[in-house]
């Protein structure tokens, strides 16, 4: 399997620093290519997001550079990427929060991980940034760990109030400002075509399932030029409606 990738960030139209952090590395073994991204968003109104997600994306980095490729040779089984990458989420939570206390200060930040290993793809995500995945139309593969969505989830609150609700932003558990991290885990056949899109929140507050469709066609994305102009002009468009978060993307086509 062959990938093309790009990834787009913007600071957005009010806040001074971008909190959001992104990672794609792609290896290549004698067998096929392999590939991880994330998309990381460190917690808006906490002090040092930046600093959460940027370190989060730096240990997935090492971790798929230096532990990854045992796990690779053993299989690559479900079970022990799950494992594995809900071991590294917690720890990272762990390590994010003891900085934080000896610092004096509250920060966090979301994770979307996305490992693609032969013909599987693997999700490993806390939060509310989301990991879609494009064919036909556009697939929501993650749930968003939210209270609007636990509350919608329940049958107390219907779609349009969630849209309304002063406490939409708040999340359920995030990397480094929960006590309890329970990473959620999807997985799914990998086939030539498809795309994976990751985005932070900001990507995709106030533009609509068939604008992204149409933005990334996977007929129309041959390159990583075209991607990347295409994720561009979703970022524009959020903009122009005065979304003020950090607005980042990844996608991902498979060859």
């Given at each position: 399997m062959r990938f093309i990738s790009s990834v787009y960030t913007d600071i957005g139209i009010k806040k001074k620093t971008n909190q959001d952090s992104a990672l794609v590395i792609e290896a290549q073994t004698e067998n096929d290519n392999i590939m991880i991204a994330c998309i990381c968003d460190g917690m808006g109104g906490l002090a040092k997001g930046e600093v959460a997600s940027g370190a989060l994306v730096r240990s997935l980095a090492d971790w798929f550079q230096n532990s990854f490729p045992s796990l690779y040779y053993s299989g690559c089984d479900s079970n022990s990427v799950r494992q594995?990458?809900?071991?590294?989420?917690?720890?990272?939570?762990?390590?994010?929060?003891?900085?934080?206390?000896?610092?004096?200060?509250?920060?966090?930040?979301?994770?979307?991980?996305?490992?693609?290993?032969?013909?599987?793809?693997?999700?490993?995500?806390?939060?509310?940034?989301?990991?879609?995945?494009?064919?036909?139309?556009?697939?929501?593969?993650?749930?968003?760990?939210?209270?609007?969505?636990?509350?919608?989830?329940?049958?107390?609150?219907?779609?349009?109030?969630?849209?309304?609700?002063p406490q939409r932003n708040v999340l359920l558990q995030c990397i480094g400002a929960s006590d309890i991290v329970e990473p959620d885990f999807y997985e799914g056949?990998?086939?030539?075509?498809?795309?994976?899109?990751?985005?932070?929140?900001?990507?995709?507050?106030?533009?609509?399932?068939?604008?992204?469709?149409?933005?990334?066609?996977?007929?129309?994305?041959?390159?990583?030029?075209?991607?990347?102009?295409?994720?561009?002009?979703?970022?524009?468009?959020?903009?122009?409606?005065?979304?003020?978060?950090?607005?980042?993307?990844?996608?991902?086509?498979?060859?």
């Open positions: 594995a990458l809900n071991d590294l989420l917690i720890s990272m939570s762990r390590r994010i929060m003891m900085y934080g206390r000896s610092c004096g200060v509250s920060l966090g930040t979301t994770a979307c991980v996305l490992l693609l290993c032969g013909n599987r793809y693997f999700v490993s995500n806390v939060g509310d940034s989301r990991a879609y995945v494009i064919t036909d139309r556009l697939y929501q593969i993650t749930k968003d760990q939210t209270y609007i969505q636990r509350e919608m989830d329940l049958g107390r609150m219907t779609y349009e109030e969630a849209m309304v609700d056949q990998l086939i030539a075509g498809q795309e994976f899109l990751l985005c932070s929140d900001g990507f995709r507050h106030i533009i609509s399932p068939e604008e992204i469709y149409n933005a990334l066609y996977p007929p129309m994305m041959t390159d990583e030029a075209v991607i990347k102009d295409g994720l561009r002009k979703l970022t524009e468009l959020n903009k122009a409606r005065l979304e003020v978060d950090n607005i980042t993307s990844v996608l991902i086509k498979t060859e």
